[in-house]
């Protein structure tokens, strides 16, 4: 009986996605066109979905064609947007057998809060697939049905921590990635990771990191050790305050909420954000630590 070694299955399964990759390749006929886009990232549960909606809408309120694409298999990213869970683009194309030619716009794009379009990618049963398979799916219909063609600013909201290549799929769409992070071990050991993932990406696609948007922290003061030691630079801070949890119990946008002083001042962050983004940002050249350079550097034993 024949065996192979490990090397050579991974010779076999190589594609020309990044050195060492064994992922399936995507179509590089299936591209997003004119649309600026924004890839978010970030440790799981650190508020990306909240982050990528609120900016989704900032990009709005400047007059901005927006869309935005959930790629998690909970389907909550557009939750505060559309008010209401929306079926994925996985569950509509199961619904007809997989004939992609037989679903309509509607049956998968949604019209959220201020005209922001949203879309849910899904994801497949857990244990099966790829979600780099259902990321290349979701744009390519989009593409068929032309809808990329209207829309200015077209931002994914991407799940947790990057562990395959699957999760790093919408880097090969976007210009820009950017990390959201809080001011903590956990958040910022995945952040470079995300670097790491998005440096794999930059070798054959035109994504870099655009920088860090810190959330859900008072201080910063671990981030910013960190952005000094890689490279990174953060471009928007929300403190950890009580109108941005009760935003996404309320289903609501923080552009929604009743007003106050330490909202405006949140809303106008978001507005800052999004026209920087929109002016574009030069690319940063961060370079990520290794595990234990990154232990050492925020003091851990």
Known sequence: MSTISLSALRNQLRQPDGEG?????????VQIGKAKVFAIYGKGGIGKSTTSSNLSVAFSK??????????????????????????????????????????RIEDFVYEGYNGVMCVEAGGPPAGTGCGGYVVGQTVKL?????????????IFDVLG???????????????RALIVTANDFDSIFAMNRIVAAILAKAKNYNVRVGGVIANRSDATDEIDRFNAAVGLKTMAHFPNLDVIRKSRLKKSTL???????????????YLRLAAALWAGTEPLLAEPL????????????
């Not at 699957?166 to 090969?172: I, K, R, V």
């Open 21 to 29: 990759s064994v992922q399936v390749e995507m179509d590089p006929k």
């Open 62 to 103: 400047l007059g901005k064609r927006v869309l935005q694409i959930g790629c998690d298999p909970k389907h909550d990213s557009t939750f505060t947007l559309t008010k209401r869970l929306m079926p994925t683009v996985i569950d509509v194309l199961e619904s007809v057998n997989f004939h992609a030619e037989e679903l």
């Open 142 to 154: 989009l593409k068929e049905h032309h809808l990329l063609e209207d829309t200015d600013v077209v």
């Open 161 to 175: 921590d990057v562990v395959c290549g699957g999760f790093a799929a919408p880097l090969q769409h976007a210009d």
């Open 255 to 269: 552009f929604e909420m009743d007003a106050s002083p330490e909202l405006e001042a949140v809303q106008q962050e």
């Open 290 to 301: 290794k595990d234990r350079e990154l232990f050492d550097l925020l003091g851990f034993d």
